[in-house]
């Protein structure tokens, strides 16, 4: 996932401006993976049956990955430090018309976002006020509704996006700290007989917590938000985002595993959730309310930061005219019409729809969205991987060569180890369908160029050309 924010001008060149600048994107950008790691552990523990032991190894694996996604997505910064991502390799490596793949997994990615991201904030709440149980799915749709039509109202700040990071942050390890003196006490459902061999088991059942994964590909395009720096300092700010976000993530990802094997939190009753049940049998009420509440509003940020981001696209391929007078885009020209507050309205209103309808689709549950998500976004990172090692190929570079292939042959065996539960291939079928359909209306537009470029161009803050 990623997702959009307002750009505020760095004023003056220090070094305090500058290091806030980078804290402020980062703890940004970052806001998606964080969230997801309120679902992605929970995802892990009901593929291993209640199998806590499992439970670390898997998650270790799990970070491990994304590691490995994070160097390759280095090379990638470097090589496109104006923005671009996925797309803008594999529109340099194969050509203009294959950057639709990866445009059409990020559509669906962000459909997905706004789906899970309000579905576990309902989750959230739930389980702090069990009274609301019944009324899950209306909930949802109405969380839906409520950030997408917050959005019509312009867009978030990036330092309300990274606040919402920093207090999830916050709690979550004031929650970890509690939890060391806390007596284990058994949780939910706990086993200690997975359906497979310990490896088999832990194999079979990573795939679906790569949900973790979602927003790591998110500085390489975000990037092109920072307009107040040169090349060199825009690569440099998303490899360090890139970091943090491995730093951050893996160490609350595996701090909250460790911690609920340590006290026996195992699969949550029905209107709770793993980490809800941690938070509550770890610190004290005023603490697990507080949890509650920034995991709510870190989940909903993640949500309007992609009620942000996918419109922003469509806004990118929207036909328009540039100052010289040329028709440029390939999709109506209504998805680029923008209301006073710079919003592109029709865009955020098929998305509401859109995300309404698969919100309604799993109840409003976010464990049965968990395996669709995670394989939109890992057809992108196949196809950005894919790219890159056709690039380390050209210029001959074996260390890059090995990485490359490396992380492409992992994300691939993700992709169709999640694939082969069955449903999630309606993922990979919608992605392939939005960007056939794309592929399509360039044609007919007479394969203008510039696509590949679409997802650096709905990062960047512009004149709004068609207002209404």
Same mark, same amino acid.
């Given at each position: 996932m990623?997702?959009r924010?307002?750009?505020?001008?760095a004023?003056?060149r220090?070094?305090?401006?500058?290091?806030?600048l980078l804290?402020?994107?980062a703890?940004a950008v970052?806001a998606?993976?964080?969230?997801? =790691?309120?679902y992605?552990?929970?995802?892990?523990?009901?593929?291993?049956?209640g199998d806590?032991?499992?439970?670390?190894?898997?998650? @270790?694996l799990?970070?491990?990955?994304?590691?490995l996604v994070?160097l390759n997505y280095?090379?990638?910064?470097?090589?496109?430090?104006?923005?671009?991502g996925?797309s803008?390799?594999?529109?340099?490596?194969?050509?203009?018309?294959?950057?639709?793949l990866?445009?059409?997994?990020l =559509?669906?990615?962000?459909?997905l976002?706004?789906?899970i991201?309000?579905?576990?904030?309902?989750?959230?709440?739930? !389980?702090?006020?069990p009274a609301l #149980?019944p009324w899950?799915? *209306?909930?949802a749709?109405?969380l839906?509704l409520? =950030?997408?039509g917050?959005?019509?109202?312009?867009?978030?700040?990036?330092?309300v996006f990274?606040?919402?990071?920093?207090a999830?942050i916050a709690?979550?390890?004031?929650v970890l700290?509690?939890?060391?003196?806390?007596? %284990? +006490?058994?949780?939910?459902t706990v086993?200690?007989?997975p359906s497979?061999? #310990?490896?088999?088991?832990? @194999?079979?059942a990573f795939?679906?917590?790569?949900?973790? &994964?979602?927003?790591?590909?998110?500085p390489s395009?975000a990037?092109?938000q920072l307009g107040?720096?040169?090349n060199?300092g825009?690569?440099r700010f998303?490899?360090?985002?890139?970091?943090?976000?491995?730093?951050? @993530?893996?160490t609350?990802?595996?701090?909250l595993?460790?911690?609920?094997?340590?006290l026996?939190?195992?699969?949550?009753p029905?209107?709770?959730t793993q980490i809800?049940?941690? &938070?509550?049998?770890?610190?004290?009420? %005023?603490?697990?309310?507080?949890?509650?509440?920034?995991?709510?509003?870190?989940l909903l940020?993640?949500?309007?930061?992609?009620?942000?981001a996918?419109?922003?696209l469509?806004?990118?391929?929207?036909?328009r005219?540039?100052?010289?007078?040329?028709?440029?885009?390939?999709?109506?020209g209504? *998805?680029g019409?923008?209301?006073?507050? +710079?919003?592109?309205?029709?865009?955020v209103a098929?998305?509401?729809?859109l995300a309404?309808? @698969?919100?309604? !689709?799993?109840?409003?549950?976010?464990?049965?969205?968990?395996?669709?998500y &995670?394989?939109?976004v890992?057809?992108?990172?196949?196809?950005? *991987?894919?790219?890159?090692?056709?690039?380390?190929?050209r210029?001959?570079?074996?260390?890059?060569?090995l990485l490359?292939?490396?992380g492409?042959?992992?994300?691939?065996?993700t992709?169709v180890?999640?694939?082969t539960?069955?449903?999630p291939?309606?993922?990979?079928?919608? &992605?392939?369908?939005?960007?056939?359909? *794309?592929?399509?209306a360039?044609?007919k537009?007479?394969?203008?160029?510039?696509?590949?470029?679409?997802a650096?161009?709905?990062?960047?803050?512009? %004149?709004?050309?068609?207002?209404?």
């Amino acid at each position: 996932m990623t997702g959009r924010t307002a750009v505020a001008p760095a004023h003056g060149r220090g070094l305090h401006s500058r290091t806030a600048l980078l804290l402020g994107f980062a703890f940004a950008v970052m806001a998606d993976p964080v969230s997801s =790691v309120a679902y992605a552990i929970e995802a892990a523990l009901r593929a291993l049956n209640g199998d806590l032991a499992l439970l670390v190894p898997t998650m @270790v694996l799990v970070v491990a990955i994304i590691a490995l996604v994070i160097l390759n997505y280095r090379q990638l910064v470097a090589r496109y430090p104006q923005g671009g991502g996925a797309s803008a390799a594999v529109g340099e490596a194969f050509g203009d018309g294959w950057s639709f793949l990866p445009i059409g997994a990020l =559509v669906v990615d962000f459909v997905l976002t706004i789906a899970i991201s309000v579905s576990a904030g309902a989750s959230a709440l739930i !389980a702090y006020f069990p009274a609301l #149980a019944p009324w899950r799915l *209306l909930l949802a749709l109405g969380l839906v509704l409520v =950030v997408g039509g917050l959005t019509w109202f312009g867009h978030l700040g990036r330092l309300v996006f990274a606040a919402m990071t920093v207090a999830f942050i916050a709690v979550s390890a004031m929650v970890l700290i509690y939890g060391l003196g806390a007596t %284990p +006490h058994t949780v939910g459902t706990v086993t200690g007989t997975p359906s497979h061999q #310990a490896v088999i088991a832990v @194999v079979l059942a990573f795939p679906v917590a790569m949900a973790l &994964a979602t927003g790591v590909e998110a500085p390489s395009s975000a990037i092109a938000q920072l307009g107040q720096l040169d090349n060199d300092g825009r690569s440099r700010f998303g490899k360090v985002t890139l970091w943090l976000t491995l730093g951050i @993530v893996g160490t609350i990802t595996l701090g909250l595993t460790m911690e609920a094997a340590h006290l026996q939190v195992g699969i949550p009753p029905e209107d709770s959730t793993q980490i809800a049940e941690l &938070a509550r049998l770890a610190a004290p009420a %005023p603490l697990f309310a507080a949890f509650q509440f920034v995991t709510a509003l870190l989940l909903l940020s993640a949500a309007s930061s992609s009620f942000q981001a996918g419109p922003g696209l469509l806004k990118a391929l929207a036909r328009r005219a540039t100052p010289r007078g040329e028709i440029v885009g390939i999709l109506p020209g209504g *998805l680029g019409r923008t209301n006073v507050h +710079h919003t592109p309205y029709w865009g955020v209103a098929l998305f509401i729809v859109l995300a309404g309808v @698969v919100t309604a !689709a799993a109840g409003g549950n976010d464990q049965e969205l968990v395996l669709f998500y &995670a394989v939109s976004v890992f057809l992108s990172f196949l196809a950005g *991987l894919a790219s890159m090692a056709l690039f380390s190929y050209r210029d001959r570079r074996s260390g890059y060569l090995l990485l490359n292939v490396t992380g492409a042959v992992v994300v691939a065996f993700t992709l169709v180890a999640n694939l082969t539960r069955g449903l999630p291939v309606v993922s990979l079928a919608a &992605a392939v369908l939005i960007a056939a359909l *794309l592929y399509l209306a360039w044609l007919k537009a007479g394969k203008p160029r510039g696509v590949r470029n679409a997802a650096a161009e709905a990062e960047t803050e512009e %004149p709004d050309e068609v207002k209404q």
